[in-house]
């Protein structure tokens, strides 16, 4: 069976079985973001920051006792102390988008082990609680749907929009994928499916003070119609089989893009867009092409003075520019610098401008 291997800013990655495959060059047609959460919890009385580091210290216990997780430990652990510091440095935005990644992949795990009886009675079991999911996940889409409200910050926007889509894939996927494989996996992205509703409704019950005016969102077919085509052309540039699983998750957020964008979820839509032209740039980017740090920061400040301008919500712009000042802050200390280095230089380089240009588009 075919596995996609998820490789995101988290810097780590994960190997779970593929939900789809294709022909053509996408090769899943399933979502290859596979990290993510479910916070069915009351955060009244909480700050964001303390929603977040509550969140951070249930996923920290859970890692040594996942199983799927056994070869990257670290690397997850390491994750997590970055979304900590991420929202003790005012990087509310950074610190959600990474505690989304981690969340729905890591606490699936938790559903997964509740259901371990479930599974040992069998297909007619698994099938019972796929229906009792269904009935769960409609009444949270409808708490959700009340809930959302015309103040919230782009990017807030964006992340639960990504959430109600990815969530109504890996349920539908649930199913199929127990009944060709194991239950266990089945009952997994049953987890995943809930736990992407539940990050929302945290993001929903979470105040956002001195919110700017958000800017008109836009269609981003143009964009991503060239951001496909490119993607097909750099794959038969580069079609190796070290390259393969890099360009199976590529095309994954490139066709979850377009499932948003197709939904009229244009907030999301650009987020997926940017998350996917950053992993375009990073396949494409030789290291030696990086700079230095002093000029990849000097550029930087440019670009986060911009973002800072003016009364507009620029909260999309802040998770990239902010995840650029953290590559850039890890090329001190890491043991190969480089990979920092370039992925600080793509975000600066492409991914900002690119984020500023559409934004200039849609007023």
Request: glycine fraction near 6%; proline fraction near 3%; aromatic fraction near 6%.
């Amino acid at each position: 069976m075919l596995n996609i291997v998820v490789r995101r800013s988290s810097k780590f990655s994960i190997s779970l079985p593929a939900l789809a495959a294709s022909g053509r060059l996408r090769l899943a047609g399933a979502l290859g973001c596979l990290l993510i959460a479910g916070l069915a919890h009351n955060c009244a009385g909480q700050t964001l920051s303390d929603q977040v580091l509550d969140r951070v210290n249930r996923l920290r216990a859970i890692v040594p006792l996942a199983e799927v997780l056994k070869d990257q430990r670290e690397q997850v652990l390491s994750s997590l102390s970055d979304v900590e510091a991420s929202v003790r440095d005012g990087q509310n935005y950074l610190a959600l988008y990474r505690l989304q990644t981690l969340w729905t992949g890591i606490q699936p795990v938790e559903y997964a082990r509740s259901k371990a009886a479930d599974s040992k009675e069998g297909p007619a079991q698994f099938e019972r609680a796929w229906r009792r999911l269904s009935t769960e996940l409609k009444s949270k889409e409808a708490s959700i749907d009340r809930q959302m409200r015309a103040g919230l910050p782009q990017a807030i926007r964006g992340l639960i929009e990504m959430c109600l889509i990815k969530s109504q894939a890996y349920y539908e996927s649930s199913r199929p994928f127990g009944e060709d494989t194991q239950l266990r996996y089945g009952y997994y992205y049953m987890g995943v499916a809930s736990a992407y509703l539940d990050f929302a409704l945290m993001c929903l019950k979470t105040d956002f003070p001195g919110q700017l005016s958000a800017p008109a969102s836009r269609s981003l077919g143009r964009e991503l119609e060239q951001l496909d085509a490119k993607v097909v052309e750099t794959y038969k540039q580069r079609d190796k089989p070290a390259l393969v699983e890099e360009f199976i998750a590529l095309s994954s957020n490139v066709e979850f893009a377009i499932q948003l964008e197709r939904a009229r979820r244009y907030d999301g839509a650009l987020i997926a867009y940017l998350d996917a032209a950053l992993k375009l740039g990073l396949l494409e980017t030789p290291d030696q092409q990086a700079g230095s740090t002093a000029e990849l920061t000097a550029r930087l400040d440019g670009i986060a003075a911009r973002l800072g301008a003016g009364n507009r919500d620029n909260s999309v712009g802040m998770i990239y520019a902010a995840s650029a000042r953290l590559a850039l802050a890890h090329a001190t200390t890491a043991a190969r610098p480089s990979e920092d280095l370039k992925k600080a230089a793509v975000l600066i380089d492409r991914i900002l401008p690119a984020y500023l240009n559409i934004i200039s588009e849609a007023k």
